[in-house]
């Protein structure tokens, strides 16, 4: 009876260690998926997806069928192709819509849904440009901020900026030993020395 016993607190041993490693990782799955900040991401991609698809659908459903109605167009925007390669059902009338040319083997150059994909991007990016300047509006945050070329590195920075972020480099002028006379300091070029190029 005695191995029987062993083999009991084996068993017990071997499932609370069991227990123990499932309950460590939920726990660590908790702290991954529950962090302020991953939630943050998880709502901003989910607003950022329903936002997509308003514009897109704006963009789709209302603005390219009045765009459609212009004499030189005649149909969608998104049934404008051109026929490359004749499938063999081709007849003089052509192909009607672009999903008859590809179900006949066609090959066809679809600039149309190309089109539409451009206009959609474009709305999108409108969009959410016309948005960042309406929070900044009402809450006085900048989220949207004018950026330029460090002159070393070439990164682009904040224009904002006295020192570089990439390469560390003071923005008015002391790296060449010449001051900015817009930084309103320009007698402090002579209390740096001229050698400091490469400190930074």
Not at 31 to 36: L, M
Not at 58 to 85: E, G, H, T, W, Y
């Amino acid at each position: 009876m005695r191995g029987l016993d062993e083999n009991s607190d084996a068993l017990i041993r071997t499932g609370q260690k069991a227990q123990e490693q499932v309950r460590h990782a939920w726990d660590g799955f908790l702290n991954f998926a529950a962090r302020d900040n991953v939630l943050e991401v998880a709502l901003g991609l989910i607003i950022a997806n329903a936002f997509t698809k308003v514009v897109t659908s704006f963009v789709s459903d209302l603005v390219l069928p009045i765009v459609s109605l212009l004499p030189f167009l005649n149909r969608n925007m998104d049934q404008k192709f051109a026929v490359l390669s004749k499938g063999p059902n081709f007849t003089e009338e052509g192909y009607n819509t672009l999903y008859q040319a590809r179900e006949d083997g066609a090959l066809v150059l679809a600039y149309g849904a190309f089109i539409e994909t451009v206009v959609n991007f474009l709305g999108v990016s409108l969009t959410l440009y016309a948005a960042g300047h309406l929070y900044m509006f009402f809450f006085h945050t900048k989220i949207i901020k004018p950026t330029v070329r460090c002159p070393y590195c070439k990164q682009f920075i904040s224009e904002m900026a006295l020192r570089c972020r990439h390469c560390s480099t003071w923005q008015d002028g002391r790296e060449d030993g010449t001051m900015s006379h817009e930084s309103g300091r320009e007698g402090l070029q002579d209390d740096v020395p001229t050698d400091i190029g490469g400190s930074f």
